[in-house]
């Protein structure tokens, strides 16, 4: 089974081609530039990996939470990729990818929100057990208290030195902090479809856990 995925829900951004759950090539990509990137990307990777569209099974992007921006464009660009090969598109949650590659009993896996904020989850032996939430740092901290847990995503890579400074000794660090994640989720399309899922490429929603900038100057305007 091909699967061909793409992550640009983080400044990490990447894209991957795996084949049997073994990932092939996987690459960085610019996440301020998604808009010009795309599909051109995900072409040069297939390219440089001797495949072609026509060799993909199952198409697989992150769903978020992350940039909004990067979510929708990485979204909409896989999805017209499988309509047109007629394939499934699976979705994964870019906290279970970063958990997965954690591979910790406790992971807290932080994505930046920017605005001093993180979108944060709380995996346990491999369940989520607490998020997913947008919150400010410290007070996510002051929650984790109590028992080791490993950090992972932008967003403990960028807040690394509170949270040691917060948690001491119970707080480790992935290896890297921030990884690129495209490779990880095929790995997690390929299981999700050998499982049977196979869902069409409308089905895929974001995972937004903060309203849009839009939305809130909407409602703002509409309560004036």
Same mark, same amino acid.
């Given at each position: 089974?091909v699967?061909?995925?793409?992550?640009?829900?983080?400044?990490?951004?990447?894209?991957?081609?795996?084949r049997d759950?073994?990932?092939l090539?996987?690459?960085?990509?610019? %996440?301020?530039?998604?808009?010009? $990137?795309l599909p051109?990307?995900?072409?040069?990777?297939l390219?440089?990996?001797g495949?072609?569209?026509?060799?993909?099974d199952?198409?697989?992007?992150? *769903?978020?939470? @992350?940039?909004f %921006?990067?979510? #929708?464009?990485?979204?909409? *660009?896989?999805?017209?990729?499988?309509f047109?090969g007629?394939?499934?598109?699976i979705?994964?949650?870019?906290?279970?990818?970063?958990? #997965?590659?954690?591979a910790?009993? $406790? *992971?807290?896996? /932080?994505?930046?929100? /920017?605005?001093?904020e993180v979108?944060?989850?709380v995996?346990?032996?491999?369940?989520? *057990?607490?998020?997913?939430?947008?919150v400010?740092?410290?007070d996510e901290?002051?929650?984790?208290?109590?028992?080791?847990?490993r950090?992972?995503?932008d967003?403990a890579?960028?807040?690394?030195?509170?949270?040691?400074?917060?948690?001491?000794d119970?707080?480790?660090?992935?290896?890297?902090v921030?990884p690129?994640?495209? @490779?990880?989720?095929?790995r997690l399309?390929?299981?999700?479809?050998r499982?049977?899922e196979?869902?069409p490429p409308h089905a895929?929603?974001?995972?937004?856990?903060r309203?849009?900038? +839009?939305e809130?100057? $909407?409602? +703002?305007?509409a %309560?004036?």
């Amino acid at each position: 089974m091909v699967v061909l995925a793409l992550d640009t829900t983080t400044r990490a951004g990447s894209c991957a081609l795996a084949r049997d759950g073994v990932v092939l090539l996987e690459q960085s990509s610019d %996440t301020a530039e998604h808009a010009s $990137r795309l599909p051109r990307d995900l072409m040069v990777l297939l390219d440089e990996a001797g495949a072609d569209l026509a060799s993909v099974d199952v198409f697989a992007v992150a *769903t978020g939470p @992350g940039s909004f %921006t990067g979510l #929708r464009i990485g979204i909409a *660009t896989m999805q017209g990729l499988a309509f047109a090969g007629g394939k499934p598109l699976i979705g994964v949650s870019t906290f279970d990818a970063l958990a #997965r590659e954690a591979a910790a009993v $406790r *992971t807290a896996t /932080w994505i930046d929100a /920017w605005r001093g904020e993180v979108y944060a989850a709380v995996y346990e032996h491999g369940s989520v *057990t607490r998020g997913p939430i947008v919150v400010h740092p410290a007070d996510e901290l002051d929650a984790l208290r109590g028992g080791s847990t490993r950090f992972i995503g932008d967003g403990a890579a960028i807040y690394r030195e509170q949270i040691a400074r917060t948690l001491g000794d119970q707080a480790t660090f992935a290896t890297p902090v921030s990884p690129l994640l495209a @490779g990880t989720i095929a790995r997690l399309a390929d299981e999700a479809a050998r499982r049977g899922e196979g869902p069409p490429p409308h089905a895929i929603r974001p995972l937004y856990v903060r309203r849009s900038d +839009a939305e809130l100057v $909407r409602d +703002a305007r509409a %309560t004036r």
